[in-house]
């Protein structure tokens, strides 16, 4: 159905700073309450570890969930990935 990671790394210069990182459900379950289930959960674990804020990339179609969850944009700009496999 959908999955999200949270991270915090206290030794880290970052601060208090955390991530949320790959936060995605499947399309067919989409609008039922799934993405901000694993928001909410993600976010208490980073909160949990110490984080008292959190950055994240955002789709397009994941901007309307994160600023109804008190996200703010902050700037713009694109995401590199490489697949290892």
Same mark, same amino acid.
């Given at each position: 159905?959908?999955?999200? @990671?949270?991270?915090?790394?206290?030794? *880290?210069?970052? =601060?208090?700073?955390?991530g +949320?990182? $790959?936060?995605?459900?499947?399309a067919? &379950?989409?609008?039922? =309450?799934? =993405?901000?289930?694993?928001? *909410?959960? *993600?976010?208490?674990?980073?909160?949990?570890?110490? *984080?008292?804020e959190l950055?994240? $990339?955002?789709?397009?179609?994941? @901007?309307?969930?994160?600023?109804?969850r008190?996200?703010?944009l +902050?700037?713009? =700009?694109?995401?590199?990935?490489? &697949?290892?496999?």
């Amino acid at each position: 159905m959908g999955a999200a @990671y949270s991270f915090f790394d206290s030794a *880290a210069d970052s =601060g208090t700073l955390g991530g +949320i990182f $790959n936060m995605e459900v499947a399309a067919v &379950h989409r609008r039922r =309450g799934i =993405g901000t289930a694993l928001l *909410a959960a *993600a976010t208490q674990c980073a909160a949990d570890a110490g *984080a008292t804020e959190l950055a994240l $990339n955002a789709t397009p179609e994941g @901007y309307e969930l994160y600023s109804r969850r008190g996200f703010e944009l +902050i700037g713009r =700009g694109s995401t590199w990935w490489l &697949h290892l496999s």
